[in-house]
């Protein structure tokens, strides 16, 4: 087996993992397999490739790369993949090997670490400057929706607030959008660093024209009076999953909202009949309201901030 087809199966069976599919399509296959073979190729290039191989077969490898879902324009990604069976002998090599790579790479570099690894490389990635470390929670959209209104029963409406859900639905109200949005971000870049670039901006107003035009999404807006204070964002994405997103202004933050948001936007994707739903979050407030919804975490993504 060549690495590329190493990696290609590790990618392939994360793939299917964290969408629950017993089968990939072709289409898909096709285009991850690529991915690994690319990716590959510029990490030898680069000479950020490093490979543990044994009698001529690769257990590890680790390398350094553009991102494969980049938040921001020139965003690096660190990889790492290694046979679980070999797990106990690859572990020392990966940790001596990770500081090296991690301390070589350019600021906002990701890596994505699996539930197990995540305390093994944990300080090593933080000695090297990754100081972001984001949950990518997966949960059930039925049993999280039953489990919300269990525990905390939150209200449909914020007008005990002075606040008022209103749904989006014309491509001109994405103005005041994009620019809270990119207000919000900038308030807080430890939690939401990319939110806004210009390039990812430009990307997010597509998502939001879309979801506006084609219904594959439920926009909502937060106001006081007419002014938009937070967006919360339900979308219907591949293989049937729901992701959500939250951007509220510092002024009616920790009031319980996105408690609310939760209730509304999993009530819409319940009503789609998708029955799963993600998201990533380095808050532990929305972590803590994960564990109540029975979200588990699939992945912890780190991002390096100097």
Do not use: C
């Not at 990966?94 to 305390?119: C, F, G, M, N, V």
């Not at 990533?280 to 993504?301: D, E, H, N, Y």
């Amino acid at each position: 087996m060549t690495n590329s087809q190493a990696l290609a199966k590790w990618m392939l069976l994360e793939h299917a993992r964290f969408h629950s599919l017993k089968k990939i399509p072709k289409a898909q296959r096709e285009k991850i397999e690529l991915a690994a073979e690319r990716a590959l190729d510029i990490g030898e290039k680069n000479k950020t490739l490093r490979i543990f191989a044994k009698r001529g077969n690769a257990r590890a490898i680790l390398f350094q790369a553009p991102s494969h879902e980049p938040r921001m324009s020139g965003q690096q990604s660190l990889h790492l993949h290694y046979d679980k069976k070999f797990r106990a002998q690859l572990i020392p090599w990966l940790q001596e090997q990770l500081p090296i790579s991690a301390k070589k790479s350019p600021r906002y570099t990701t890596i994505i670490l699996s539930p197990a690894d995540d305390p093994l490389f944990k300080a090593v990635l933080e000695k090297a400057g990754f100081q972001v470390r984001y949950e990518i929670l997966v949960g059930n959209t039925k049993i999280a929706l039953k489990n919300l209104k269990k525990a905390k029963n939150p209200p449909r409406d914020l007008e005990h607030l002075g606040l008022e859900i209103k749904q989006i639905q014309k491509v001109s109200e994405l103005k005041a959008v994009m620019r809270l949005q990119k207000e919000v971000a900038l308030q807080s870049r430890r939690h939401s660093y990319f939110s806004h670039t210009r390039d990812r901006l430009r990307r997010d107003r597509e998502h939001y024209v879309e979801h506006v035009a084609k219904k594959n999404g439920l926009l909502l807006g937060v106001y006081r009076n007419k002014k938009i204070l937070g967006v919360m964002l339900a979308s219907i994405q591949a293989e049937n999953t729901g992701g959500l997103s939250f951007f509220l202004h510092r002024s009616i933050q920790g009031k319980g909202i996105v408690k609310t948001g939760y209730l509304l936007l999993l009530e819409f994707l319940h009503n789609r009949e998708v029955k799963q739903f993600y998201g990533g979050t380095s808050r532990a407030s929305v972590q803590g309201l994960g564990k109540i919804m029975g979200r588990k975490m699939r992945f912890a993504l780190y991002v390096k901030m100097k």
